[in-house]
Every structure is written in C-alpha cells, then in structure tokens.
C-alpha cells in the first residue's frame, strides 16, 4: 500500500487517503470536504459578529469607534481559517474571542439588572445581551469541536 492511503472499506473497499475520511468514515474529498469545514465556521463566526452588531445598533446611544473593533476582528481572524499554516492560531483566537465576547455579555447587563432602578434600559437592550450570548454559543461549540480533533492538514 502507498504512503499516505489507509485501507478503508469505503464502498467497494477501495484504500482511501486518510485526509479524505469523516468522522463517520465516509469518504469526500479533501479540499471539498476541509472548505466545507471552514465555510461553517466562517458562517458562525459572522453569525456571532451579527449578534454584536444587532447590539451596537439598538443601543439608545451612538454608536463610537471602539464599538467597531468586534466588526473587524470576526472578519480578520476568520480570513486565518483559510490557509492552513495559520488555521490552529486563528481558530484558537476566534474561541478566545467568542468566550469574550459571551463573558461581556452577560457581565456588562448584570449590574444594571441588578440596580432596584431600571436606569432607563429597555426591555429590548436586554434582549440584545441575550441574542449576543446566544448567538457566540454555536461557534465556540464548533471551534472547540474542530480544536480537540487531530492536525491532518499538511
């Protein structure tokens, strides 16, 4: 048997590279199969910077520029998915992000909720915590899903 091939009964037993082999055995092809991966994590990624930017936009007061740093860094980080030489660093620096970004939410709406005065924060701006917190759910899921997983990608 070749170098690199597994023997694999995919089909009609047939050796299959082990790259191209999925959690449930099933053959796809690397690159198919590695991009579809990364297109997932991508789509949560944007899923969760969404959520911080349903937040910025329904706040009662204007939006400043710090508030964008959230909007840049989900799109930087999700470009290192891409190459694999950079894919491990980025993935851990998007479930570091996600965490943060979870913790914020929830620690900046509980000492307002807390206050015996509701300080004049609407119903909605709480809401808006809790589609934050929801939404970065999904992707931390998935990056530690991915993280635990052994380096195949040469």
């Known amino acids: ?11 009609g037993g047939e050796a299959v590279d ?21 297109g997932v994590t991508t789509a949560l990624a944007l899923l969760g910077a969404s959520g911080v930017l349903v937040h910025f936009y329904t706040g009662e007061a204007a939006p400043s520029w710090l508030d964008g740093i959230p909007l840049v860094v989900y799109p930087t980080l999700t ?30 709406v ?7 005065a509701v300080d ?4 909605v701006h709480y809401l808006t915590h809790v589609l934050c917190v929801v939404l970065q759910i999904p992707l931390i899921v998935r990056l530690a899903g991915r993280l635990r997983e052994p380096v195949i990608d040469s």
């Open 1 to 11: 048997m070749a170098a690199g091939l597994v023997a694999a009964n995919v089909g």
């Open 18 to 38: 082990a790259m191209s082999l999925t959690r449930t055995g099933a053959a796809v092809s690397s690159a198919g199969g590695r991009h579809l991966r990364v």
């Open 79 to 108: 470009v290192g998915l891409f190459a694999t030489s950079t894919r491990r660093f980025a993935q851990w620096s998007l479930l570091i992000w996600a965490w943060v970004m979870l913790v914020t939410a929830i620690i900046t």
């Open 110 to 116: 509980v000492p307002v909720m807390t206050l015996d």
């Open 120 to 123: 004049g924060q609407p119903v």
